[in-house]
């Protein structure tokens, strides 16, 4: 087993850091207060390569592996998890899907784009009666013998009213039930395609996240991804990606909130001496930061596995699980070593604590990766 990072990776985390630290850390405050999209820090990301990252360069993306993208993903969630959501919805589960799946045509007109950073996507699967439960899709595409006609609505969705490009789970045969589920894209600005409010979140509260309703929207048959039924196994697949990137957010987020706490516990003196002299801060420093390498070496091993061609969906949903539990444990610890400074938003680790929160949540719940993790240890 070999533990060293290859100059290319250390250079790109190396990167993202000096990028998280310039571009995200001033008004990420403010940005979460107002519940303000990081428009143009998102969009200097895509003129660095963030948001196609595992492209391959004919199709303008950066040719990069999973490794690449878990350093770069770490980094920038230390700093800003509601600017790094929309990275990793764009890599892993727009790109990656159309990279993957999409016909050459599709790929010369929206991955392009996307993989260049010119053009945000978004991931519509979840409604409001199909969260955890993806089979019980409600959009229906009916076809007409032209086109498609797509009505109902989406929830929770990633760079909503921000993306021009989206991909649509929908039901095209209601009898086949998740097998009769398929896949389309669609674009920003067609008729019958309107986009809800914005979401007042707990967290993550700069990520664009909106509902989408759709009535009568007309899908060019071309614009079908696979063949039909194929929508259920498309979003599971890319799932599996998918849970990778949000396991590197949620291990950024503790990682952010453990250096934060590390530093103050430095500076802030108690009874005449920093707070780092007392045991009781040393051994959650000890806690948060052994948690915190063993969530790192889960997310990296399943990003290495991806790298490496073997199944990783198992690795995934573990990395998932674990990274989201660590995150949610740290931060909260991290706002107790700050005591009454962690609770106000001037020291960010009150902010960290309500975005680890849905690393539990999205791209599966936690209940959801324990029932992945079941199945494959009990086959």
């Not at 007309?218 to 799932?239: D, Q, S, Y």
């Not at 002299?277 to 052994?290: E, G, N, P, S, Y």
Request: a negative charge.
């Amino acid at each position: 087993m070999n533990f060293q990072l290859t100059e290319e990776q250390l250079a790109v985390r190396d990167a993202a850091r000096e990028f998280a630290q310039i571009e995200l850390l001033p008004g990420v405050i403010e940005r979460d207060t107002e519940g303000k999209f990081a428009k143009e820090q998102i969009k200097k990301m895509g003129q660095l390569g963030f948001l196609g990252m595992m492209v391959d360069p004919k199709y303008n993306g950066g040719g990069m592996d999973t490794l690449s993208y878990v350093l770069a993903m770490e980094e920038l969630s230390k700093i800003d998890a509601s600017a790094s959501v929309a990275m990793s919805v764009n890599n892993s589960l727009v790109c990656w899907g159309l990279e993957k799946y999409g016909t050459e045509a599709q790929k010369e007109k929206y991955l392009k784009p996307l993989a260049a950073g010119e053009i945000l996507g978004a991931f519509c699967l979840s409604e409001p009666e199909a969260g955890s439960d993806a089979t019980s899709q409600k959009t229906e595409a009916h076809f007409n013998g032209d086109y498609y006609i797509l009505n109902g609505t989406k929830n929770w969705i990633t760079n909503g009213s921000s993306a021009s490009v989206y991909l649509i789970i929908a039901q095209t045969d209601p009898i086949k039930a998740h097998k009769g589920i398929s896949v389309f894209i669609i674009e920003k600005g067609w008729e019958g395609f309107i986009i809800g409010k914005k979401e007042d979140k707990m967290g993550i509260r700069g990520s664009d996240t909106h509902s989408l309703m759709f009535t009568d929207v007309k899908i060019p048959v071309e614009n079908r991804i696979g063949e039909e039924g194929f929508g259920f196994t498309f979003a599971m697949e890319t799932l599996n990606g998918g849970r990778i990137g949000i396991a590197a957010q949620a291990l950024g987020i503790a990682a952010g909130a453990y250096e934060l706490s590390l530093a103050y516990s430095k500076e802030r003196k108690t009874f005449g001496k920093p707070i780092s002299q007392h045991q009781a801060i040393q051994f959650k420093l000890a806690d948060m930061v052994t948690q915190i390498e063993a969530a790192r070496l889960m997310v990296y091993k399943a990003a290495w596995l991806k790298d490496n061609g073997e199944d990783y969906a198992h690795a995934s949903a573990m990395a998932k699980l674990f990274a989201s539990q660590v995150a949610m444990d740290v931060t909260i610890e991290a706002v107790q070593v700050h005591g009454g400074y962690g609770y106000v938003k001037e020291y960010h680790v009150e902010r960290l604590m309500r975005d680890a929160k849905i690393t539990q949540i999205y791209e599966g719940t936690s209940e959801i990766q324990k029932i992945v993790i079941s199945r494959k240890i009990l086959k």
